[in-house]
């Protein structure tokens, strides 16, 4: 196991600061360029699925990933309330009016942090970075915080910020906020039909993505972290602005058969990054269904191929 020391926290809910750690793996060669991979909402490291993560190590790429805070085996933020109904619907409202969202235990930007500090922890001085989903929407925000940290960017299934580009359909947002039920086979079963929803169409494979939960559930069952994670999407200012002066290289990929985040989350990404490349991707929804990984590692060792100094 590795751990690293990467942040700290604190609350007015905890009387000491907590240091964040973030339980990370590597592949490939420390001397190859630095990739670092992002996971997305109540995502583990698994979500890299390892034979993704091996094959662009063999590519050539020193491949980082790890847990976000509040998910899998870094730190928990345990007690630390946030009510999302409130907190969401007041976002709602200061998006609207133009003024500040409200507060919440941690942003985007926080989490942004953590990667830049788990990069010191590595010695790395920038990196090439992807993120999928709301890793996405941590990587804009890595760029936008630490432009001098970054490479390049390629960010996935993903979106700005904005209201009008972050729309699912009504039924992959009730499958994404239903609570699955807490015992492992149920939990399995209801995470597996939530998955379907948003997953390719073409390649959705149910007893894949069985193995997938039941590992996730076996290696760490923490609920408790969503509500803070999504109160943090929820809660971070649109990067609409920033990504327009934007200066990284930046790569955008969606799934056609994206409901959660649908395809114009990443057109518009796309649209407002200075010189950005779009690859809509037909029979990819918001998963990374193996049948197309060829085109997806492709894609992305070609982007970081041609962005920043390497080999």
């Not at 007041?90 to 942003?107: F, I």
């Not at 239903?178 to 015992?183: A, E, G, V």
């Not at 994670?229 to 990929?253: E, K, N």
Request: one cysteine or more; glycine letters at 8%; proline letters at 8%.
């Amino acid at each position: 196991m590795s751990i690293a020391i990467v942040n700290t926290f604190d609350s007015s809910q905890r009387s000491d600061p907590t240091e964040i750690r973030l339980y990370y793996e590597t592949h490939g060669d420390p001397a190859d360029p630095a990739l670092l991979l992002v996971n997305g909402y109540s995502s583990q490291i698994l979500g890299w699925y390892p034979g993704f993560r091996e094959q662009l190590a063999e590519r050539g790429r020193f491949v980082v990933s790890f847990d976000n805070r509040d998910v899998g085996l870094s730190t928990h933020l345990d007690g630390i309330e946030v009510d999302l109904a409130a907190v969401s619907k007041a976002a709602v409202k200061a998006a609207a009016a133009g003024e500040p969202m409200p507060p919440v235990p941690y942003t985007l930007s926080d989490f942004a942090d953590d990667a830049v500090g788990l990069l010191d922890h590595l010695g790395v001085g920038a990196a090439h970075i992807a993120g999928m989903s709301m890793g996405g929407m941590i990587v804009q925000q890595m760029a936008i915080d630490h432009p001098d940290r970054v490479l390049s960017m390629t960010s996935i299934m993903s979106t700005t910020g904005e209201p009008g580009y972050f729309e699912a359909t009504p039924e992959a947002m009730a499958a994404l906020m239903t609570p699955p039920p807490s015992d492992r086979e149920g939990y399995i079963a209801a995470s597996v039909a939530s998955r379907k929803v948003s997953s390719s169409r073409r390649y959705f494979d149910p007893d894949r993505a069985a193995e997938m939960v039941a590992a996730s559930y076996d290696r760490m069952y923490y609920p408790e972290g969503l509500p803070r994670q999504m109160a943090a999407v929820r809660c971070s200012p649109p990067r609409a602005d920033a990504l327009r002066r934007l200066a990284v290289p930046t790569l955008v990929i969606h799934g056609r058969d994206d409901t959660l985040i649908q395809p114009n989350g990443g057109e518009r990404t796309a649209e407002l990054v200075p010189s950005a490349d779009l690859l809509l991707v037909g029979d990819m929804g918001h998963d990374l269904p193996e049948p197309r990984w060829p085109m997806l590692i492709d894609a992305i060792i070609s982007h970081t191929a041609h962005a920043g100094p390497h080999e």
